[in-house]
């Protein structure tokens, strides 16, 4: 029996991020963690994906864009027709690193929005002024044409906010507007636990 490949890969480029989410899964940090793929393993990484024949890469992190050779990476994977995509927090992303993606082959990107405003959005994220850099990330995705999708967490905090969010995405330009459980993993465990909506109560 044929053992046929999954369509889509997650590779978590680096550990390092520029923000402090409460929820982080991966308990990003500003430095880049030891054991990380070097430019020159990524690259064979990107070969055996190639070879096995899967048909989306998403490359997150961590913040993707504070590693130097991310760009590089895309274009290798794009050379051999890997469609990539790219999950951000958006701080990163001005006119001139939006064109850079495109030119590298970047399909489209996933942005972080975690509140129809800023306190909600900054108090998730950890940093004041993040949800204004967010937005002006996705401008800069907007203006030079690079498809774009809001990545949402939902909680007890943003439930009543599902429309704003929605409005927003629709705004912008949004191709799309996915929204995730919050989970208890990484972070999230001890920071989060008050925002986890639970549907079900075990008796």
Known sequence: ???????????????????????????????????????????????????????????????????????????????????????????LIGEGMARKMVEAGVMTVAISVDGADARTHDSFRGINGAFEQTFKGIEACRNVGLPFQFNTVIRKETLSQLDDMLRLAVEYGANAAEFFDLVAAGRARDECREQIHRRFTAE
Not at 41 to 50: G, P, T
């Open 1 to 91: 029996m044929q053992i046929r490949p999954p369509f889509m890969v997650s590779y978590s480029i680096t550990r390092k991020c520029n923000l402090k989410c409460r929820h982080c899964y991966s308990e990003s940090v500003d430095q880049a963690a030891p054991d990380e793929l070097s430019t020159e393993e990524a690259v064979r990484l990107m070969d055996d994906l190639s070879n096995w024949g899967i048909g989306l890469l998403i490359i997150d992190g961590g913040e993707p864009l504070c590693r130097e050779d991310m760009l590089d990476v895309v274009k290798y994977a794009s050379s051999k027709g890997i469609r990539t995509t790219i999950g951000s927090n958006g701080t």
